[in-house]
Structures are given as structure tokens and as C-alpha cells.
């Protein structure tokens, strides 16, 4: 005998939902229909949070509905603060203020986070982190160092350290 299988699509509220009609032949001609559906996970937004105390990152599905998923966490280093994402949402950098460094990560399609290597030493208490919009450069200010450090972006994610320039202080 065999089977073959039809799938159509029916949209939901934050959910897409698929039927599925499955015809199957016996080795004597004799035929059966079964119809079911299943839920598939819209595409949706990810969202990322620092946790200053537990020194993690925090991944969520944001829903078409705007609920969030539980959060999945990834560590960080001490005292995370600034978070940004490149403009491709390819790689992700957190500062981590009481640790001097910064976390790089890729990201995966459903916005699961690897590290990508060891964290890059940064000045003294890094606080925000900004990309360039064409994601080629990281900009990163130092909360007491009163720096704003630059960085190039490498072809697999990795920060190198290009510049510093002065800041006011406060």
C-alpha cells in the first residue's frame, strides 16, 4: 500500500494552524481518509533582556498577540547592562559593567544564542552598546571610564577594538 498526504494552511490569531488530509491504500485497493491539524509557530519577534543580578540574558518569543514566551537564559558576564543587536539581528553584544567586558553572541533563526568566544576585555564599566545601522561597528561607553570605545564588527561577529575617544564625565 501507500499514503499520501495533503497539508493546507489556516491562519490563526497567533498561531498558524495546518490540516492535514492523509489518504492511505491497503495492498487490496481499500482506501482511508483521516483529516487532523496541528499547531505551527508563527514566525515572531525575539526579544532580549539583561539580568543585572543573575548575570544572564533573557530570550523571548514575542507572539503575534503580544504575549511573551518563558524566558530562556544564557550567561553573561558580571553586572550586564547594555544590550544591541547588529542590524541583520545576526549577533548580539551585551556590556557587562562589572566584569569589563563584552558577551558576543550569534544568533540562530529562532534567536537562540551561542557565544561566540571568550568576552572581549572593554574599559572600565562598559554601560551602553550601540551598532551602526549597516552593523559594521560597535560603539560602547564606559559608565566610569567617561570612553567611548569603537570596535569593527568581523565577518563571523567578533569585536575588534578600532578606537577610543574622550567623554564628559558624569
Keep these: 500500500g501507500n ?3 495533503t497539508y ?3 491562519t490563526g490569531d497567533a498561531w498558524q494552524y495546518v490540516r492535514a488530509v492523509v489518504t492511505a491504500t491497503a495492498l487490496d485497493g481499500t482506501t482511508a481518509t483521516m483529516t487532523s491539524a496541528a499547531r505551527v ?3 515572531a519577534e525575539v526579544l532580549y533582556a539583561t539580568n543585572n543580578d543573575s548575570s544572564n540574558v533573557s530570550r ?3 507572539w503575534r498577540d503580544g504575549t511573551l514566551s518563558a524566558a530562556i537564559n544564557t550567561a553573561a558576564g558580571t553586572r550586564p547592562n547594555g544590550i544591541a543587536t547588529t542590524s541583520s539581528g545576526r549577533y548580539l553584544y551585551v556590556a557587562n559593567a ?3 567586558t563584552i558577551s558576543q553572541y ?5 534567536g537562540a544564542l551561542t557565544p561566540l568566544a571568550t568576552p572581549t576585555i572593554a574599559q572600565t564599566n562598559p554601560y551602553s552598546i550601540a551598532p551602526t545601522p549597516d552593523g559594521r561597528f560597535v560603539y560602547v561607553s564606559s559608565y566610569s571610564g ?3 570605545v569603537q570596535y569593527s564588527v568581523g565577518a563571523t561577529g ?3 577594538q578600532i578606537g577610543s575617544v574622550a567623554t564628559g564625565t558624569g
Excluded: G, H
Excluded at 106 to 110: F, I, L, R, W
Design 3 to 5: 499514503a499520501t498526504a
Design 8 to 10: 493546507t494552511p489556516i
Design 41 to 43: 509557530v508563527q514566525p
Design 60 to 62: 523571548f518569543t514575542v
Design 98 to 100: 562589572s566584569a569589563n
Design 106 to 110: 550569534s544568533t540562530d533563526d529562532a
Design 146 to 148: 567617561n570612553t567611548l
Design 158 to 160: 567578533q569585536l575588534t
